[in-house]
């Protein structure tokens, strides 16, 4: 009841916008706050990490992250770089930086998703360094494009990936003459038998039989593709000219004699990773795991857990052997979802799919950096299609944002730039009369999203701070603003909200639509 009273009485004072005290220039942000168990080394590799956190299935959406999804730009350290709340709508996934005719562009799938089937409907949109639209590519022929590939293909073309229900009989699988619907697709090889009662069974061109589920393709220099059909536990090869499949990796009809921990099942994300003569490598993340994320239905495990592979296939010997498997930290089990990314140095960046989490590795599979993508409560039930990890250059096209605060021993200034990767200094003034005449007032090294400067003793009534890039370049102003009473987070509210939430309610959330 104490508790109530403190978080009603605090939320009076508030914005309603105000999210979750991140950010004191940005309440309208929040992002979700990586639980990082094994923290960055040296060793990782260079740039930023890619990722489009959404909220598993849970009957009770509210108490679970992330609060806003949306594709991420984070460091390793979990600061925030860029969030792409609102930027792309609906539901995102597959969100990567790209080089695309000599434009460096960010893109993510944007859509309707059907979390039990699996399939999501959209486009591609993408963005370019001033976070602004500047396309948005959808599949021709009438067809509507899938959430699960789209991958730039030299600095070109983009492969996509379209499930098209077409009627057919099913009776010699089992099914029953209502039962005649499957999701196209270019090959025929069937593990997951029909199973009526869970979704994709059959009955209707919306709930089509999706035998083979592709969830991957690559393109190698020669033209020929890599297609990843996830309930046939196989990826193929297949002739870019003719559509004739070259060999089959995994699954029933295997053209290779599989070594040790090669075999895979319900894999996704496979990929070309080098190719000589007799021999092909190629990366893919391996599930391992088939089921909902709710734990309804049925579920089919083939390993203990998930694992990111590089496999090395032999077309003189056929066999094939592992390269490096990359092991999850705790023993994580994806049941859906998942990529491998291998990074220019030699690591691999994993993501664990249904199980919200990312991990870095080193080439000889030492895990260097852990990070679950949100915390606490928000922890539970956050799944991210895919991971990736890039360079990228940020220049926002908006204005950097800034607020003051008067307290009772001096003023404070917080400023952030949401998606600037070039700034390296916070310059603060002072604006002294109506012309915007300033005075310099300081500076601050940058080291996070947020940025912030404390002037003790002093009482300014407006302030003004610009961008400065590590060249000494002014890159941006901020606007003159004026310093307001200072607002502090109600008492107790970490500890009140996650009390109440434990118990199954969010108060903070109900407090705040009465207030
Ligand atoms: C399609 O079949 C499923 C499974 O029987 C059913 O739940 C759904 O209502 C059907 N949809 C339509 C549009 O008939
Ligand atoms: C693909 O098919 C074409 C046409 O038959 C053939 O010339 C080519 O060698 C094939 N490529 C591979 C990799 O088998
Ligand atoms: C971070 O993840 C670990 C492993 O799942 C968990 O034990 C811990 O409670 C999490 N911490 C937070 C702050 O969510
Ligand atoms: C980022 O750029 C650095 C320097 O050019 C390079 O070493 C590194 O491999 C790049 N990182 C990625 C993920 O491409």
């Given at each position: 009841m104490k508790v109530l009273e403190a978080l009603a009485c605090a939320s009076a004072l508030l914005p309603l916008a105000t999210a979750d005290w991140q950010f004191k220039s940005r309440t309208d942000l929040a992002p979700p706050r990586l639980n990082i168990t094994i923290p960055a080394t040296k060793d990782v590799e260079k740039g930023y990490l890619f990722i489009a956190p959404f909220p598993g299935q849970f009957p009770d959406p509210e108490h679970h992250g992330p609060r806003q999804e949306a594709p991420y730009i984070f460091r390793d350290d979990g600061e925030l770089v860029w969030s792409g709340y609102t930027y792309y709508s609906i539901w995102t996934a597959n969100f990567q930086a790209a080089k695309w005719k000599g434009q460096d562009v960010l893109f993510s799938f944007e859509g309707d998703h059907n979390p039990a089937y699996g399939h999501g409907h959209g486009h591609a949109t993408f963005l370019n360094q001033n976070y602004e639209t500047i396309r948005e590519l959808r599949a021709g022929n009438h067809k509507l494009m899938d959430k699960h590939e789209f991958h730039v293909i030299n600095e070109k073309t983009g492969l996509i990936q379209i499930y098209q229900p077409i009627p057919t009989d099913l009776s010699r699988w089992g099914g029953s003459a209502e039962q005649q619907w499957i999701v196209n697709a270019i090959i025929q090889e069937a593990v997951l038998p029909l199973n009526p009662g869970q979704a994709g069974s059959g009955y209707n061109s919306s709930d089509a039989?999706?035998?083979?589920?592709?969830n991957s393709v690559d393109k190698d220099a020669a033209g020929n593709y890599l297609i990843s059909a996830r309930d046939a536990c196989a990826v193929h090869k297949i002739n870019g000219t003719t559509g004739d499949i070259i060999w089959r990796l995994?699954?029933?009809?295997?053209d290779f004699e599989l070594g040790p921990n090669v075999a895979f099942c319900f894999q996704h994300h496979a990929r070309f990773i080098s190719q000589s003569e007799d021999e092909e490598v190629i990366s893919l993340f391996d599930n391992s795991a088939h089921g909902t994320e709710n734990h309804h239905g049925h579920e089919v495990h083939t390993h203990p857990f998930s694992q990111g592979k590089i496999i090395s296939v032999n077309t003189a010997k056929w066999t094939a052997e592992i390269v490096q498997a990359f092991q999850p930290p705790d023993g994580l089990l994806a049941k859906s979802q998942g990529s491998t990314q291998v990074l220019p140095n030699g690591n691999a960046l994993v993501n664990w799919g249904s199980e919200g989490a990312l991990t870095e590795f080193k080439s000889d599979g030492t895990p260097i950096l852990h990070a679950y993508m949100d915390s606490g409560l928000l922890g539970e039930g956050v799944e991210n299609y895919r991971a990736f990890r890039y360079n990228w250059t940020g220049i926002p096209n908006e204005e950097p944002a800034i607020v003051a605060e008067k307290t009772p021993s001096g003023t404070a200034v917080y400023v952030s730039w949401n998606g600037d990767t070039e700034t390296a200094i916070w310059r603060f003034y002072a604006i002294t009369d109506q012309y915007g005449s300033r005075s310099y007032l300081g500076e601050s090294k940058r080291t996070g999203f947020e940025t912030s400067f404390f002037f003790a003793g002093r009482t300014y009534t407006h302030v003004a701070a610009e961008a400065i890039s590590v060249h000494g370049r002014v890159l941006r102003a901020t606007q003159g603003v004026r310093a307001q009473e200072q607002v502090l987070p109600p008492t107790n509210y970490v500890d009140a909200a996650a009390a109440a939430a434990a118990k199954g309610r969010s108060m903070w959330r109900q407090v705040v639509l009465q207030a």
């Open positions: 039989w999706d035998y083979f589920h592709i995994g699954g029933l009809r295997s």
